[in-house]
Structures are given as structure tokens and as C-alpha cells.
């Protein structure tokens, strides 16, 4: 069986359209299901002192997305997401077979929020 494409553990960093850092924190990536050389789909597990992440990804013909929900269980409720306790989120972008993939940014989206947002994730261990 080949090596996963992101297998491993992440920081992640949420930065908002004007390139100012909103979030970070750690995610592991865990692969269910492989098909192929560019199809893998896992779970989405991590957070930061305030935020966990809980979600699944998908990679298909080297396009990422991933779908998560992000829950407030402690501390202060970032300005984003005074009003609610969890937000759903999708971010996507493509992984290109010529750049470095220890570091991807992807586009995202939480739903019911107009802000654009990019999401950076830099591995900081890969899967063994």
C-alpha cells in the first residue's frame, strides 16, 4: 500500500481575508478508505484551547475537501462566532503533484458567515 497523501498530524492555522491569523491549533488526519493512487478518505480530529475540530476529508484525483464542524467548549467565543456554539466549515483546494505538500492552503467557507477565509495546515509529523 502506497504512503498517504496527508496521514499525520498538522498545525492549522485559520486566516482571515486581510491575512490576519484568526485561529490555531493541531489536527490529525486518519485514513479509512484508499482507492487507487489518488483517492483517500478519513476522519478530521483536532483544535486549539477553546475550538475541537471534528470532520472527514476526501481526496479524489488530487482535489482536497474537507467538511468539519468546529465547537466552542471553552473560554471566550471568537468575534466570528458570538452567536452559536458550533459552526460547519468546508474548505477545498487541490494538491498539486509539483508542490512541496507539507504545507497546503485551501480555500474555505463557514456556512451562514459572509467572511472568506484561508486555511494553512503545515505537517509537523507524518504517518508512519
Known amino acids: 500500500m502506497r504512503d498517504a497523501l496527508i496521514e499525520g498530524l498538522w498545525s492549522i492555522e485559520f486566516i482571515l481575508s486581510d491575512n490576519n491569523l484568526l485561529s490555531m491549533g493541531l489536527v490529525t488526519f486518519q485514513r479509512l478508505r484508499v482507492f487507487g493512487d489518488f483517492y483517500e478518505n478519513g476522519r478530521v480530529l483536532g483544535g486549539d484551547s477553546q475550538y475541537y475540530i ?3 476529508y476526501l481526496i479524489e484525483n488530487l482535489g482536497l475537501s474537507m467538511q468539519y464542524t468546529l465547537t ?3 473560554g471566550d467565543k ?3 462566532f458570538t ?3 458550533h459552526v460547519d466549515i468546508l474548505s477545498s483546494g487541490h494538491l498539486d503533484v509539483t508542490t512541496d505538500r507539507d504545507v ?3 480555500k474555505t467557507q463557514i456556512k451562514n458567515i459572509n ?3 484561508k486555511l494553512r495546515l503545515t505537517r509537523r509529523v507524518r504517518a508512519t
Request: aromatic share 6%; glycine share 6%; hydrophobic share 40%.
Open 54 to 56: 471534528s470532520g472527514t
Open 72 to 74: 466552542h467548549y471553552a
Open 115 to 117: 467572511e472568506k477565509l
Open 83 to 85: 452567536n452559536v456554539n
Open 104 to 106: 497546503i492552503e485551501l
Open 78 to 80: 471568537h468575534l466570528l
